[in-house]
């Protein structure tokens, strides 16, 4: 255990002098005293409207929950109509094999015909 904490203070510290030294520049200095007003502003209006806040989580919870049911009925529709395909295909061959038949039978035929005549 002792080990466990020297280790996570040793992070804590890194991570602060890091902090630190990424604080020298100006650029950096400006976008962390920028972003952090942003976020205290932020956090500033969550206090002061949590309702408002609730209902806006709520709304876009149920807008996902929406989401997720039209996709999942979109799948199913999809899911039968390959399941139909799957059926319907040998059928088709079937269909189409026979069919081939007959018109080659119709051409022999035909071509029988033709040779008669002549």
């Given at each position: ?23 020298l ?85 035909a ?8």
């Amino acid at each position: 255990m002792g080990n466990r904490n020297k280790l996570v203070d040793g992070m804590l510290i890194g991570a602060l002098i890091g902090g630190a030294i990424s604080l020298l520049d100006k650029n950096t200095r400006t976008t962390v005293i920028h972003n952090g007003k942003c976020v205290g502003g932020k956090l500033k209006y969550a206090i002061q409207h949590p309702q408002e806040i609730a209902d806006s989580v709520r709304n876009q919870v149920e807008s996902v929950r929406t989401t997720v049911e039209d996709v999942s009925k979109d799948i199913d529709y999809l899911r039968s109509k390959v399941n139909e395909l799957k059926e319907t295909t040998p059928q088709m061959l079937e269909i189409v094999s026979e069919t081939k038949e007959v018109i080659a039978k119709h051409l022999e035929s035909a071509e029988r015909k033709n040779k008669n005549l002549s």
